[in-house]
């Protein structure tokens, strides 16, 4: 069932060009290529940009909470397209929530609190800060209420308080990018040497949620290995969880590589260029990866006083993205970046209900595992990637 209707989402798409898409899903998704495609899906509805009912012309009469990290950013809003589009089909009723930024932990968690006080038939959550809900998920599983994580897992979840969390792959995702972003950086990484270090950046918008960490991690360990199988140790400096979660890294006065990680103390994107510029004004860096929309946004601002972004490693620092957005698509085009990977909100928002409504309907569920696309100038138009490129 679900496959005929992505199916036909996709073609939706590529007729009527739609702009806030997603791609993977259907019951069979996973993540045995974090690079590969699936098949992709498009909403026929504008997003939201607060809280509102969405129903649709079924007869389950289920209804739902659903609380996103914000709608800062158009990720988001596709999320709530696939939520939208799920209701439709299915016929139940979801109110989609969140604060205003994803630095709000607080107000966040006061929604969620809110939620189960209307006592729902089941929570979709998508945490800001994955520590900062384990009491509301008491409180939910104490009330009964199941919940389904999206995006990102919760994995100190009170037991039995989410039975699935539909989320992208971020530590394979994560990879993707480094495994993009080595190749053209391989021969100045090989010529590097303790005396003449190379730097390679990353901005992450926190060090607290789970995909975000995960994210973070798959980046710089896949780098750390390709490092190292070049023959060259490799030093992780910067943002302390991210340092302490590193193995296999060395000292920075032994290294010939620095991978420099920062984090903005709010997830904005004038913040993350702050902390882009600090590692782009840096003479020995040669690469720099935004590890979401917020971050990446953040790298092409930081661009703009900088100028530093080339996709030619002999003209300048080459970057690399995560998520769609118009700014990364247009810095793609334009060479400041040499590519990005791309999620599915939407399909994570889409699959989010039919997971909750298939609770409700007393089904078993499990966790969907979801891929990460790259995408560069070359195959931003492909059938299999334009859907995913939400702006």
């Known amino acids: ?153 919760v994995d100190e979840a009170p037991e039995g308080s989410v039975l699935a969390t539909v989320a992208t792959d971020n530590e394979a995702a994560g990879a993707v990018a480094a495994e993009n972003m080595f190749p053209v950086i391989e021969e100045k990484v090989k010529a590097a040497t303790t005396d003449k270090k190379v730097r390679i950046g990353e901005v992450n918008q926190d060090a607290t949620a789970l995909n975000i960490q995960q994210r973070g991690k798959g980046f710089i360990d896949k780098m750390l290995e390709l490092c190292t199988d070049a023959g060259k140790k490799v030093a992780v400096v910067g943002n302390e969880f991210y340092v302490n979660a590193t193995e296999g890294a060395v000292a920075e006065s032994e290294a010939e590589v620095i991978i420099e990680v920062g984090v903005p103390a709010q997830t904005t994107v004038d913040l993350a260029s702050t902390e882009a510029q600090k590692i ?70 889409y699959e989010c209900i039919y997971t909750l409504t298939d609770i409700a309907d007393g089904k078993d569920v499990s966790d969907l595992p979801m891929d990460g696309y790259w995408y560069s100038k070359d195959n931003m138009e492909d059938d299999n990637i334009a859907p995913n490129l939400y702006d």
């Open 1 to 153: 069932m679900k496959k005929k209707v992505l199916a036909v989402l996709l073609s939706a798409a590529m007729v009527m060009s739609l702009a806030a898409c997603g791609g993977g899903g259907g019951n069979d998704a996973g993540t045995d290529d974090a690079g590969s495609t699936a098949d992709s899906g498009a909403a026929t509805e504008d997003a939201d940009t607060g809280s509102d009912d969405s129903s649709g012309g079924g007869d389950k009469g289920y209804s739902f909470e659903i609380i996103v990290k914000s709608f800062q950013s158009t990720y988001w809003q596709a999320a709530v397209q696939g939520i939208e589009q799920a209701c439709g089909e299915l016929g139940v009723t979801a109110n989609s929530n969140g604060p205003a930024n994803e630095s709000d932990i607080a107000d966040q968690v006061q929604m969620i609190d809110d939620a189960i006080q209307k006592k729902p038939d089941g929570i979709g959550l998508a945490a800001c800060d994955t520590n900062s809900v384990i009491d509301s998920l008491q409180k939910a599983l104490e009330a009964g209420i199941p919940v389904v994580c999206f995006d990102t897992g």
């Open 280 to 349: 782009m004004s840096k003479d020995d860096t040669i690469a720099i990866f935004g590890s979401n929309q917020t971050t990446a946004e953040g790298v092409i601002t930081a661009n703009q006083t900088l100028n530093k972004l080339a996709s030619d490693p002999a003209e300048g620092i080459i970057g690399v993205g995560f998520d769609a957005g118009t700014p990364q698509k247009e810095a793609i085009m334009n060479g400041q970046f040499i590519g990005s990977v791309t999620q599915s909100p939407l399909m994570m928002g």
